[in-house]
């Protein structure tokens, strides 16, 4: 079988710590190229992982040996490079979330399916073992009907030059973390959303926001609430209520690679808790959609609907946070997605 070459596009502290590490244990592809807007960066990138290239972003992008580019820049540039890399006939991972607007993703998404290649929003929590097992539970009926999700990501305060913490490059919480509670919500709830209520808090410093509140309506009586924020306590969780009880995760979103992690699940009948052991998200995630190209085969997530049905959401919450009022999400999202 033969592996797919990845090229890494720009030496973010997310590419260097734990999507390379993963990349170099795939059995379905090969680290490349790395790439970098200062070369003298990606060759000090390329000497400690081993990697015979390097260059810059556009070396990676044209480089016609490179099946697969991972990018993780700052948000505002990923349009600009995933169109170059798709023109090139590259498959796009993208660092989560992709983009800063539905129509951006929609834009995206339509290009990609003209020239055959794939784009992953990568979200890479949904391919923990764990989210599994809290859905073969629901859907064998553990806590019954679903009617409720809470989750939250929230972390202390990021260093004084974290990119977060920069307005021009849509910094904040909203296109960082906030996402997190509202993709895992759609791994459980198949409802269409019917609108999304948020409010942010402007962290006056460094105008940017450093709370997000969301409440998306499902159907006619599921409601999904996600909280992300900094400057708080490190909390990463997520818990459904349903008719029969309740199922919590511990550890949702961003696991070390040896974390065991825990679910608990509380019904009439008492707790159950569930040890998970270690897994290596990234590396589940590059594994699953390299797999998914090299076999032609279709994935346990539609990542184009994915991409859209969540850059849909994120569009109708960001509105609704300017309104400060909720917001209606027919009229965003096509009558397709789901």
Not at 173 to 198: E, N
Request: charged share 20%.
């Amino acid at each position: 079988m033969r592996k797919l070459n990845i090229g890494i596009v720009a030496c973010s502290n997310v590419a260097v710590k734990r999507f390379i590490p993963a990349l170099q244990k795939s059995r379905y592809a090969n680290l490349h190229t790395i790439g970098s807007r200062y070369v003298e960066k990606a060759h000090k990138f390329a000497d400690q992982f081993n990697c015979a290239n390097y260059g810059t972003y556009n070396d990676v992008l044209i480089n016609k040996d490179v099946d697969v580019v991972y990018i993780s820049t700052p948000i505002t540039l990923r349009e600009e490079l995933t169109v170059t890399a798709i023109k090139n006939n590259k498959h796009v991972i993208c660092e989560k979330p992709a983009f800063t607007s539905f129509k951006t993703a929609s834009k995206l998404a339509d290009m990609s399916k003209k020239y055959n290649v794939r784009i992953l929003d990568g979200w890479s929590f949904k391919y923990h073992k764990q989210h599994e097992i809290v859905k073969n539970h629901i859907e064998n009926g553990t806590i019954g009907e679903i009617k409720n999700f809470v989750g939250q990501f929230t972390y202390p305060h990021p260093g004084p030059r974290d990119i977060r913490l920069n307005p021009e490059l849509c910094g904040g919480v909203f296109f960082d973390s906030a996402g997190y509670p509202v993709v895992a919500s759609r791994l459980f709830i198949d409802s269409k959303p019917v609108s999304v209520y948020c409010t942010r808090h402007i962290n006056e410093k460094y105008s940017v926001d450093d709370y997000v509140s969301l409440q998306i309506q499902y159907g006619k009586d599921i409601n999904a609430i996600g909280i992300a924020g900094f400057g708080l306590h490190y909390n990463s969780t997520y818990s459904i209520t349903g008719t029969r009880g309740r199922i919590s995760v511990l550890r949702a979103y961003a696991v070390p690679d040896n974390m065991e992690t825990n679910i608990t699940i509380e019904t009439n009948e008492g707790i159950d808790k569930i040890k998970v052991p270690p897994q290596n998200q990234f590396l589940s995630m590059i594994d699953a959609f390299c797999a998914q190209i090299i076999d032609e085969r279709s994935s346990i997530y539609n990542s184009d609907n994915e991409l859209l049905m969540h850059h849909s959401i994120m569009d109708v919450a960001l509105t609704s946070s300017i309104r400060k009022k909720p917001n209606s999400f027919d009229s965003v999202c096509p009558e397709h997605l789901n």
